[in-house]
């Protein structure tokens, strides 16, 4: 299901839903309260747009597996552009970083620590976002969205 997901990540038309939907389904009946089929479930709702029912999955997840960053990461990009909630977007972010930025590779590091400065932008702090881009550049200076951001501060 997991991968099913990431197949369509970029596609305007997805062509896996089906399948996701299926093996969703399959994690679902085995074991409703696993963290991964949870993940599956989540990612399903993602799929179809339903981030309501996505939010409240992962925050499921979060139960079994409190410090996992991409969950984190994946709450705080939908409190960002889907959802426009700061505070949360903020708590997330944060998270995401205390969750442990080092076991992350540096693009993934890197887009952590864009959002959480992305996140301080928007509640005003100015100062503590320019640290915490610098700190994106760091770990993939190339990374666009931060290159933008840092412009921007």
């Not at 981030?51 to 996992?68: C, H, M, Q, R, W």
């Not at 881009?133 to 501060?153: D, M, T």
Request: charged share 20%; proline share 2%; with cysteine.
């Amino acid at each position: 299901a997991i991968a099913c997901y990431y197949l369509d990540l970029f596609r305007a038309e997805k062509q896996h839903t089906e399948e996701l939907k299926n093996y969703r389904d399959k994690a679902m009946l085995l074991d409703p309260d696993l963290g991964e089929s949870l993940i599956a479930n989540a990612l399903y709702f993602m799929q179809m747009e339903e981030y309501d029912l996505a939010i409240g999955s992962f925050e499921k997840v979060l139960i079994y597996y409190p410090n996992t960053a991409w969950i984190h990461h994946f709450l705080s990009n939908i409190y960002a552009t889907i959802t426009s909630n700061t505070e949360k977007y903020l708590e997330h972010a944060l998270q995401g970083i205390q969750s442990g930025v080092a076991n992350l590779d540096s693009v993934t590091a890197s887009y952590a620590y864009l959002h959480l400065s992305n996140a301080l932008v928007q509640t005003g702090f100015i100062d503590e976002a320019e640290s915490y881009v610098q700190k994106s550049l760091s770990y993939n200076p190339e990374n666009l969205y931060s290159q933008y951001l840092h412009s921007y501060i």
